[in-house]
């Protein structure tokens, strides 16, 4: 059955998310909640010298659409820079879901890329650096 | 049971999209009848003024007709005296009145208050930040894995600094009916006040504050099939008189001179400011409108509700009830189902028609107790029906069908 909001590409991430894990190089981490409804994602990443976006791994529990929306998250941004990943806005994440969302629902669609800011703002290069 | 669903116009009404309205979300807030509508309609349209105030026709009429509701609600809480019931905003207001008027005043260091497991923030955050303000202790009954408050640790947590007991009459998660007689003993032995927090209990079965006999109750008209923005207070006269005022203002005092004034008597010291007259009215209506149906018959259909709701979702593969079975709790029942998260359930049945709740329902250490983050909250009224039901089971399948691909 295919549905309007929870289609192929989110629920192939919410059943096989990608990087979901603990990532124990990580250069930086930071959580999230969603006070409404209890959705908790955690992004853990690597960052190399030249501020490039190694490895990007999530954890958390919620609903399928803010963990798939963490996962897609984490496969888009590897290989970034923190500078492209400040100019990323919410319109170009909410566009990775290919679901149109209701204001309540992008509460859940940006829960990672909330962290995601958080973290790329607060990088001063030192590891362990945690918002 | 059609003649009282025909009683809330809103029920009637399909969505936007066509779909009828399955309306499963009368804990959080309960839909109104029309008489409660009307009410409100009649006191704006034909009689409106300020209470308290006017001499001129409509300041008289207002005030019977506040007065006359306050009468009502008084008769049926079992009051002993009219003047023990104070209006409020809600529950909320309720609760936190009693503890920044009453607990701030007669809480010493070390002092406590004993609360629970699966209260609502309503009627534990007040008492957490009381507690901090005196110096008191917050203790909390243990609930046993099926829901109940575990009565075997009671004895504990009881002492002779035990102020007050906190409780709710029925949860709003679990739907657990409390045994407030057994706390009201407990209380007594060591010389205790009870507060009961009514939001959930109130709506649902006959109460009489006298017995067993209860220090303090609060409920909200909203959840009472009446308007939002009131609530009641009901507090033991001898408990609200030693009280002093929690708001200041006007219609609250007796004698007011530039440095220091003297305080109405009850219920007025309570009710500062204009009261929500219209809405107080109209409680005063719902209240009618309830005790017309009786609480025995509302408790036989909601019952007849509850018994079929939890025995089909019961079998549903793998839904996990939270909570006591049906014979030890009102018409809610929280489920949570492994592989569909609450918030996805909630979206999906509402594609369906259905409107209720997922969330952690203002009771975060509930769902700490519980292991899980959200639950999905089935909270049922008077005017559901067995279709109501009917239609909740098809999109609770509907849901799993598209969350799992099968």
Redesign the interface.
Known sequence: MSDELYDDLILDHYESPYHRGRLESASCEHTELNPLCGDRVQLQLQIDEERRIQQAYFEGEGCAISQAAASILCEHIEGRTLGEVEAFDARQMLDLLQVRLTATRQRCGLLGFKVLKTLAYAYDGTAGTSA | MENIRSDFPILGRPLADGTPLVYLDSGSSAQKPQVVIDALVECYQTYYANAHRGVYQFGVQIDEALEGARERIAAMLGAAEVEEVVFTSGTTMSINLVAQAWARMVLEEGDEVLVNEMEHHANLVPWQQVVRQTGAVLKHIPLTDDGHLDLDQLQNCLGPRTKLIAVTGMSNVLGTINPIGRLVEAAATVGARVLVDGAQSVPHAAINVQDPAIDFLAFSGHKLYGPSGIGVLYGRRELLEMMDPFLCGGNMISEVGLTESTWADLPAKFEAGTLPVAEAIALGTAVDYVTDIGFEQIGRIERALLVEAQTRLQEIPDLVIHGPDVDHKGAIISFTDPRV????MA??LKRKGVALR???HCAMPL?ARLGV??TTRVSLAVYNTSADIDVLIEAIHYAR???R??
Do not use: W
């Open positions: 998260h609450p918030h996805d979206e999906l997922a969330g952690h769902h983050v959200a069908k598209v969350l691909r099968d």
